[in-house]
């Protein structure tokens, strides 16, 4: 892992405890972030791997991912490049374990239907791994439970954070797709399979960001990011749900 990464880790629980005070002040608290997001307006974007639910929720098929990453070359990667792969594939498990334990406790349907999602981009990054041979950080490994100790202690704060409130829950969401997009904007390559990938990644983190900044304003709450810039965040907030093609 980069020094780089290894920062935003350590830096992302203090900032999650800062948002939420904010956040907090901004709403009451009171609204129960329903919704369901059960539209039927899945689409498979011409031919990309991203499949794209009404609500955002955005999957990976991975069928479909196979099948472009067969047909690219080979890279001969760095050891950055294999390390932002083991990094990624557990920072998307993260991303699912936190969403499972933030929907047990405050039964939300956001948090259900996007972890199940997440538990695809993990295994989008598996791929990877397994086409270039590389140790699986993430094997064996129940909800909650990471070899990446930085992560492990990420996960403990996030879920504790996220347990004060609906809102603060909400807004470890959208802090968890902050950090997703400013890593992968970090983790940029010229590989031609990891950028296929990562692209699509980036795509659903920023649908995912949408929809817990969706729920978050209907609690009369907001969120400041964290690690992307605010121009950044509000053109993604301004955008639709993204369909297509990623890349």
Not at 11 to 30: E, K, L, P, R, Y
Not at 61 to 77: E, F, K, N, R, S
Not at 201 to 230: C, D, M, W
Request: proline letters at 2%; a negative charge; aromatic letters at 6%.
């Amino acid at each position: 892992m980069t020094r780089r990464a290894n920062h935003r880790v350590r830096a992302t629980a203090m900032a999650v405890i800062a948002m939420i005070g904010f956040a907090a002040c901004s709403s009451n608290g009171n609204g129960d972030g329903s919704g369901n997001g059960s539209g039927n307006g899945s689409g498979n974007g011409n031919g990309s791997p991203a499949q794209v639910d009404a609500d955002g929720t955005t999957q990976m098929d991975g069928g479909v991912l196979q099948t472009q990453i067969d047909a690219l070359p080979l890279a001969t990667l760095t050891a950055d490049q294999e390390a932002g792969l083991l990094r990624m594939r557990e920072e998307e498990k993260l991303a699912h374990d936190v969403y499972v334990a933030l929907y047990d406790q405050w039964q939300v349907k956001t948090f259900s239907n996007i972890s199940k999602a997440e538990l695809t981009h993990s295994e989008a990054v598996k791929v990877l791994l397994d086409r270039y041979e590389l140790d699986d950080p993430a094997a064996g490994n129940a909800d909650g439970v990471f070899t990446n100790p930085d992560l492990q202690a990420l996960y403990t704060a996030l879920v504790e954070q996220g347990s004060e409130s609906l809102v603060a829950a909400l807004t470890v969401g959208a802090t968890v797709e902050d950090l997703d997009i400013a890593d992968l904007q970090s983790l940029a390559t010229t590989a031609p399979d990891i950028t296929l990938v990562y692209d699509n990644l980036e795509k659903g983190s920023r649908n995912h960001l949408r929809a817990f900044t969706k729920q978050l304003v209907k609690n009369g709450a907001t969120y400041t990011p964290a690690y992307i810039s605010q121009a950044d965040y509000d053109a993604i907030i301004a955008g639709e749900m993204e369909k297509g093609i990623a890349g």
